[in-house]
């Protein structure tokens, strides 16, 4: 039996609670590896962590191998081969995006450190908790002993929501619709891009020749998904959230169907013009082995461009705000 050990943050919350059986059941890393989870919490949260980690025994997976839980980073991050990092400060009424950085900021710079000083050497890592893709910038840079490509912020239930929207439309089934991407960041300034999607192996835009639906419905309706989702669900999306998130997992575990890609916020060497250290959504390949390669060569409409530019002037603003926490 191999062993994985897996840091999951925010681990008392509602997304992680979608997310931690399937982690500890054996979907993600096969019927021959036990998984460890590592849960890490704010103190006041850790009763509840308690019952969550009772639930996780009494599914009675052959494939769980142990719980950790801590409110302490440095512990949670010890020799962990993944981190899926999903707590964060939520954004609560009147709080201006400037303070949810910064709150956001803190809980980043310190959980950079303790993975740099504490993760396994071979360790992989996602953010999830918003602003994603700003979160995984500060971790990064105040994490740099770890290799800038195995940083990574999700876009993956984007790109799944994207991909769903487009079968749909086209009356045809999810396998169906490949070469989605998310361009930039995860927020409603994002670019799902059905310029170089693809439908039943030919280009989207031939299987949906409606281009205002397009640019002005499709569009809008993945950067505003999750907005909707909390007010039918009256609570922000969790299953899915899990869902993509994990996916992602099985991404970096599984190679890439040829003639396929999936969607990731990676540190740019300057792919697409965007500047180099950014945390910028792009296509992305997997080896099989944790490593992901950016799909180059794609190219871009006017309309495409214009939103490439809109949403990295997004994630420049937000690289400014949270400047005092990213060390040279
Ligand atoms: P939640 O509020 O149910 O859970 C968050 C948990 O994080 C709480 O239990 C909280 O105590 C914990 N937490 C806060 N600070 C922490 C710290 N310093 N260390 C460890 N844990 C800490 O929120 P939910 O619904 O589970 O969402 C989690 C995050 O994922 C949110 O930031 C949300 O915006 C984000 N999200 C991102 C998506 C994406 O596509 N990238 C999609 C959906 C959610």
Not at 260 to 272: M, N, V
Request: aromatic share 6%; net charge neutral; hydrophobic share 40%.
């Amino acid at each position: 039996m191999k062993t994985v050990r897996v840091a999951v943050t925010g681990a008392a919350g509602q997304v992680a609670y979608a997310m931690l059986g399937r982690l500890a059941s054996g979907e993600i890393f096969g019927p021959d590896t036990k998984v460890i989870l590592h849960l890490l919490e704010i103190t006041p949260a850790l009763p509840a962590l308690e019952g969550t980690a009772m639930e996780l025994d009494d599914c009675g997976f052959p494939t769980l191998g142990g719980i950790v839980m801590t409110d302490d980073p440095m512990k949670a991050m010890d020799g962990v081969n993944f981190a899926l990092l999903v707590g964060a400060f939520p954004r609560k009424a009147g709080m201006e995006r400037k303070d949810l950085l910064e709150k956001n900021a803190e809980i980043f710079v310190g959980q950079g450190k303790a993975l740099a000083a504490k993760a396994a050497s071979d360790v992989r890592i996602l953010v999830v908790g918003n602003p994603c893709n700003t979160n995984c910038l500060i971790a990064y840079s105040n994490g740099r002993d770890i290799p800038a490509e195995r940083w990574t912020a999700m876009t993956r239930l984007d790109h799944n929501r994207a991909r769903s929207a487009l079968a749909k439309k086209a009356g045809v089934g999810n396998e169906a619709v490949t070469c989605v991407t998310i361009w930039g960041n995860h927020s409603n300034t994002q670019f799902p891009d059905f310029t170089n999607a693809k439908i039943n192996g030919k280009p989207a835009t031939d299987a949906i020749t409606d281009r205002a639906w397009l640019e002005t419905e499709f569009v809008p309706m993945i950067q505003t998904r999750g907005a909707a989702v909390i007010k039918a669900r009256g609570a922000s999306s969790a299953m899915s959230a899990a869902n993509g998130a994990l996916d992602h997992v099985k991404s970096l575990v599984t190679p890439t169907p040829a003639g396929d890609w999936i969607s990731a916020a990676t540190i740019s060497k300057g792919e697409y013009g965007i500047p180099a250290g950014m945390v910028f959504g792009y296509p992305c390949t997997s080896d099989g082995q944790g490593n992901l390669t950016i799909v180059e060569g794609l190219s871009h409409d006017e309309f495409g461009k214009a939103k490439l530019a809109a949403t990295l002037k997004e994630l420049q603003e937000e690289r400014e705000a949270v400047k005092p926490m990213l060390p040279e």
